[in-house]
């Protein structure tokens, strides 16, 4: 199994030339789930090409505006189809006042089912194959970072084994690897072990932004595939990013390194920082993380499960 992660944005409190307000997209099995929706999203969706009648969950991490003033546009854009499944969007309680008021005062009109939840921290979706985690942060606004964890999957059938153990093709073949031991004519019960390789590791996605920095985030994202984390500040103005409550791009890199991360993408950065000073974030993470990618719009991804 794998995922692709797509940056849609960059930019933390206002927007910039070339540089969206923060937003990504997970593309799994053909369903889009959309983290934050900053202004520029709908735009970054465009020139990629990704189809947003596919998105059927949106995760907010918090209501400061930079995070969520796309969203009323892709509420109403959803609303060009018809659309036949519900849209889940997961955030803190605030959110759900915001999307009632903008749908009232701006008279939108929605053809389809909006199911609010609200989120607490730990897991909030537990499904066949993946969760997600909601961390919880420390900003200025209540704040939540999401944990996407696809399940492990049986490993891979061996058809010699099962060939040499005399058990023949058809629905016996299915149950093994649904993981249910089998009895064959002679008597003799076939486990699942028996015909199956090492469990296969599902792949991990972690997204952390507007926080200061917290040491047990390293916990939450522990050998994290892809960690997408903020690194709005170089380590020169740690005080400015203590009291706004948000992270130096070292601080980032400090978490990477304590999760056994595989690789760190660094987002939202400060509008101060041209394009040529974004390189100061990317080489005071390097020190601490080597494989840190300094994202930039558009940026894609793929997390392929190395089993």
Request: charged share 25%; net charge negative.
């Amino acid at each position: 199994m794998s995922l692709e992660v797509f940056v849609l944005g960059t930019s933390g409190m206002q927007p910039l030339p070339g540089r969206f307000l923060t937003s990504a997209m997970v593309r799994r099995n053909g369903e889009l789930m959309l983290f934050d929706c900053g202004e520029g999203t709908q735009v970054s969706l465009k020139m990629l090409n990704l189809h947003w009648k596919r998105i059927n969950r949106i995760f907010i991490s918090h209501m400061h505006a930079d995070h969520v003033t796309g969203l009323p546009g892709l509420l109403m854009l959803s609303s060009q189809v018809d659309r036949t499944e519900p849209l889940y969007i997961y955030g803190p309680d605030m959110l759900k006042e915001y999307i009632d008021a903008n749908r009232r005062i701006l008279d939108m009109y929605i053809n389809y089912e909006i199911r609010f939840v609200p989120v607490k921290p730990g897991l909030i979706i537990d499904d066949e194959d993946f969760t997600v985690e909601a961390v919880p942060l420390l900003h200025t606004k209540p704040c939540f970072g999401y944990v996407l964890t696809e399940k492990d999957r049986a490993g891979e059938f061996s058809v010699e084994n099962a060939k040499a153990l005399g058990i023949p093709c058809g629905p016996m073949w299915g149950q093994l690897q649904r993981g249910m031991s089998v009895e064959l004519d002679d008597g003799r019960v076939i486990e699942p072990s028996q015909v199956l390789g090492n469990p296969r590791r599902g792949v991990k996605f972690a997204y952390i932004t507007d926080t200061m920095y917290l040491g047990y985030i390293a916990d939450h994202v522990k050998d994290a595939d892809l960690l997408l984390c903020e690194g709005m500040f170089t380590r020169d103005l740690a005080q400015d990013a203590y009291e706004k409550k948000h992270m130096t791009s070292s601080q980032a890199a400090t978490i990477a390194l304590n999760a056994g991360a595989k690789k760190l993408g660094l987002i939202h950065y400060s509008p101060r920082y041209t394009d040529k000073e974004l390189n100061l974030l990317k080489d005071e993470a390097h020190e601490i993380f080597e494989n840190t990618v300094l994202c930039r719009d558009r940026y894609s991804f793929e997390i392929n499960n190395p089993d």
